[in-house]
């Protein structure tokens, strides 16, 4: 089991920035691949990020590119995500997730752990 724990989410305006972080604990970290999902109301969750094991490879959603930041601390168990420019199309629960299973990063069945959620919102 892994337990997932995400912090950092909170009102921002336009144009600002947030960090999130997500904090693992349980089986050994650096075996997992994570990644950054977000769903806002009404809406299916979506990917954003993701980051292999070893953080050599990231990939990241197109409505987010240049402008998000996957990065992963494999001492600290963490992974965070840094977010700036932010839209108020961005506002929507962030789910840290995390999985040992190679393939397409942004599918959402792949992660086999997934953590409760911290609320991002944007206003304009």
């Known amino acids: 089991q892994v337990q997932l724990v995400e912090s950092g989410g909170g009102l921002v305006q336009a144009g600002d920035s947030l960090r999130l972080s997500c904090a693992a604990s349980?089986?050994?970290?650096?075996?997992?691949?994570m990644g950054w999902f977000r769903q806002a109301p009404g809406n299916e969750r979506e990917f954003a990020a993701s980051?292999?094991?070893?953080?050599?490879?990231?990939y990241y959603a197109d409505s987010v590119k240049g402008r998000f930041t996957i990065s992963r601390d494999n001492a600290k168990n963490t992974v965070s995500l840094q977010m700036n420019s932010l839209k108020p199309e961005d506002s929507a629960v962030y789910y840290c997730?995390?999985?040992?299973?190679?393939?397409?990063?942004?599918?959402?069945?792949?992660?086999?752990?997934w953590g409760l959620g911290t609320q991002v919102t944007v206003s304009s």
């Open positions: 997730a995390a999985t040992r299973i190679d393939g397409t990063p942004s599918r959402l069945d792949l992660y086999e752990y």
């Open positions: 980051i292999s094991w070893s953080g050599g490879m990231t």
């Open positions: 349980g089986r050994t970290f650096s075996n997992y691949h």
